[in-house]
């Protein structure tokens, strides 16, 4: 006999994490019969985090993330299941580059995508010089470490490529992606692909190039799901859809921010809300940065011994202009800024070139980063000044001309999880020493098992999934 006491689960942050597994925890419960009753709290007035999407003029811009690459299907099908799979649009294919001095180098498209990064690649680029190709090239004969450690990325890459490929190639590109320091951020845990590459293989040419010929039997699905996506009318449509099926049946409290969680009588949670009646649930999914987690059990102790993490701050500059006001570099999709540039950018993506909808006709849209880890403090900056500092670079590297139809600044401070070395280690702590004392709650998002819309999504479904398994088995008896 299925005994049908009705459950209660708080999800704690309303962005794509949190959005996600409260419609997979609504699906599931639907699917089995479970009684089931959500309530997703949500500190700012809004839904969707870092996912923010403005219409305007025929324009779609992007403050926070602007695609994602759907190499496992989670964004793909949780689209199909809400219904919007027909509204998903992917990119155009383009040149990309990489400041270096005063010039812009163009990257092999086999260093990127769809190759492996063979010497013969490296040996065609202006980007390395003859020295650096050679060092670069000793990958192919370097041993692997004696001990398998986890290490910091920069570290990775310069003892199997040198120090000209990280300074020229690795840090830019992961600068203007994380916005990282690579002598802090965990291979392990940012690229275990590479990790992996390294362990099975020793030379990571060898191994991608062998990778390479086994991926050859999946070609389909890599041609389906692997490169940029987002949404006709921009990603925040997934959000506006998640919200439109969670609001008939699950509570949404926008504006509320939760102060501490404890445990209570028969395995019950309270939880203590900052300007309205505390909620008392059986399981709570937090999805808030960890940071903001481990303040929430302060008073019991839990986590306080793990160091904070660290995030990077960053800003978002989106430009509009008329297309004859660039003239060069017309088949450029993106550059990225090396270290080595007087420039203070991180990156520069041509969005109308890179989308078809996001611009109207003879229009250029520019995305820019500006902002990492060491170089903060130029976010702080008003918007007069940072789009200035924009213009400026804009001019120096692709000869921009005329002054731009509209910018919009958007700050994201401590918003870019950094997995500094030893993350996957602390995550074990940290989830062991939760479990022993609050059973009844997940940690999830970004913080934790990648910082990627799929990651998000994928990590939300599963903790739906095994915490429904967890609350419905323990209450069906015979």
């Known amino acids: 006999m299925r005994v049908t006491r009705r459950r209660k689960i708080v999800v704690i942050g309303g962005g794509i994490t949190g959005l996600t597994a409260a419609f997979y925890l609504q699906q599931i419960a639907k699917e089995n019969q479970y009684p089931l009753d959500v309530v997703i709290v949500e500190s700012s007035l809004r839904l969707g985090g870092k996912i923010q999407t403005i219409r305007k003029d025929g324009f779609i811009v992007e403050r926070g993330p602007e695609s994602f690459i759907d190499e496992q299907g989670s964004v793909h099908q949780l689209a199909r299941e809400l219904g919007i799979a027909d509204q998903l649009v992917h990119n155009k294919n383009g040149q990309t580059y990489v400041a270096v001095g005063k010039d812009l180098y163009p990257i092999p498209s086999s260093l990127l995508f769809d190759g492996s990064p063979n010497v013969s690649s490296l040996i065609t680029t202006g980007l390395i010089s003859v020295s650096g190709k ?12 004696s001990q398998e450690t986890d290490e910091p ?17 690795v840090e830019p590109l992961l600068a203007g992606t994380f916005a990282g320091d690579i002598d802090h951020l965990s291979i392990q845990s940012m690229f275990p692909q590479f990790y992996q590459l390294e362990k099975e293989h020793r030379s990571l040419l060898l191994g991608l190039k062998k990778q390479k010929v086994s991926h050859l039997a999946i070609k ?51 939880i203590e809300l900052n300007n309205i009646s505390p909620i008392q649930a059986d399981a709570v999914i937090m999805t808030t940065p960890f940071n903001i987690a481990k303040s929430v059990f302060k008073k019991h102790n839990v986590m306080q011994h793990l160091p904070n993490m660290n995030y990077a701050t960053i800003a978002t500059v989106t430009m509009a202009f008329k297309q004859e006001e660039l003239n060069k570099y017309k088949k450029a999709l993106n550059f990225f800024v090396s270290r080595n540039s007087d420039l203070a950018i991180t ?13 109207p006709e003879g229009y250029d849209l520019l995305r820019v980063y500006i902002g990492r880890v060491g170089d903060e ?3 702080e900056l008003s918007d007069s000044e940072i789009e200035r500092i924009v213009l400026a670079d804009l001019r120096k590297a692709i000869d921009l001309q005329g002054t731009p139809l509209f910018t919009m600044v958007t700050r994201w401070k401590q918003a870019m999880p950094q997995y500094t070395v030893g993350h996957d280690e602390r995550l074990k702590q940290l989830k062991a020493e939760l479990y022993n004392q609050f059973p009844q709650v997940k940690l999830v998002g970004s913080s934790y098992e990648g910082i990627s819309v799929p990651d998000c999504i994928e990590q939300g479904r599963q903790t739906a999934q095994e915490m429904l398994n967890t609350l419905f088995e323990r209450q069906t008896v015979q």
């Open 220 to 270: 389909h699905f890599e041609e389906q799901y692997n490169h940029y996506g987002t949404f006709e009318r921009g990603l925040e449509t997934l959000i506006e859809k998640l919200e439109e099926k969670l609001a008939p049946t699950s509570t949404i409290l926008k504006g509320v921010k939760v102060e501490a969680i404890d445990s209570i009588q028969d395995g019950q949670l309270k």
């Open 153 to 169: 990325i920069g570290h990775f890459f310069r003892r199997r490529f040198g120090k000209e490929v990280v300074e020229n190639l």
């Open 377 to 379: 403090t130029i976010v």
């Open 347 to 359: 990156s520069c993506t041509w969005s109308n070139r890179k989308w078809d909808n996001v611009a």
């Open 134 to 145: 050679i060092r670069a090239a000793g990958d192919l004969f370097i041993p692997k470490p």
